[in-house]
């Protein structure tokens, strides 16, 4: 079964900086990977899928990650935060034939002004 | 823009009393999910749904558990007697179609068992 860590839980940026948060997986093919966003009070939102082609995925609110297989890793990343990027971020594995993610525990992101 | 609704926002229930979570996904959607995220822990898929039945359920998901789509709107989650650790936030999720599609979470309902 596929597995998904997030070794960070809580990470603290100042606004403007970059950011990349970790993710890695657990899963012998290559999986469809998934990372999402939830702010206080909302439920998760899609940030970026990858499922195939360019290992280097751009997604919503200026996010990208990269997909490297040879680190089964997915990380997340963003050249200069905004204090609205404060929020807990999950990344997610499926595997090939469902459509069923796992997700990881979450990073939990504070932006400082 | 579209969006999935989930009610009560907050649910308290003694143990051993029935609770259904309701949730009203995307008009347009077909395949319906629900996960459970135990506080500090992982959001777990407990669930989904497609043409009326059960298409894939987790291990979480025993017998006390159910699903229903009552109507053309609501998909309800049933918990039959429930336990302390039965504690959680619930999410709804909704998607078009399946793997390729974006599923599209609700914000949750946090359900109390005292």
């Known amino acids: 079964a596929q597995s998904v860590t997030q070794p960070d839980i809580h990470i603290t940026v100042s606004e403007g900086a970059s950011l990349e948060l970790r993710c890695n997986y657990s899963y012998g093919a290559t999986p469809y990977l998934f990372w999402y966003v939830q702010s206080p009070g909302q439920g998760l939102q899609l940030l970026l899928k990858y499922f195939s082609g360019d290992t280097l995925v751009q997604g919503i609110k200026g996010f990208e990650a990269e997909f490297k297989r040879s680190q089964s890793s997915f990380n997340l990343r963003k050249p200069s935060v905004h204090w609205s990027d404060a929020a807990e971020y999950f990344c997610a594995v499926a595997a090939g034939g469902s459509y069923i993610p796992t997700f990881g525990r979450g990073t939990s992101l504070i932006v400082h002004p | 823009e579209p969006e999935v609704t989930q009610t009560p926002s907050h649910q308290v229930t003694q143990m051993g009393q029935e609770v259904i979570l309701r949730c009203v996904p995307i008009s347009n959607h077909l395949y319906f999910y629900w996960y459970r995220q135990i506080l500090g822990q992982k959001v777990e898929f407990l669930v989904s749904f497609y043409n009326n039945e059960i298409s894939e359920k987790s291990e979480i998901f025993d017998d006390q558990f159910s699903v229903e789509r009552p109507d053309g709107s609501n998909f309800t989650l049933k918990i039959r007697s429930t336990k302390l650790e039965d504690s959680a936030m619930y999410f709804c999720?909704?998607?078009?179609?399946?793997?390729?599609?974006?599923?599209?979470f609700g914000p949750g309902t946090r359900l109390t068992v005292t």
């Open positions: 999720a909704s998607s078009e179609g399946s793997l390729s599609y974006e599923q599209y």
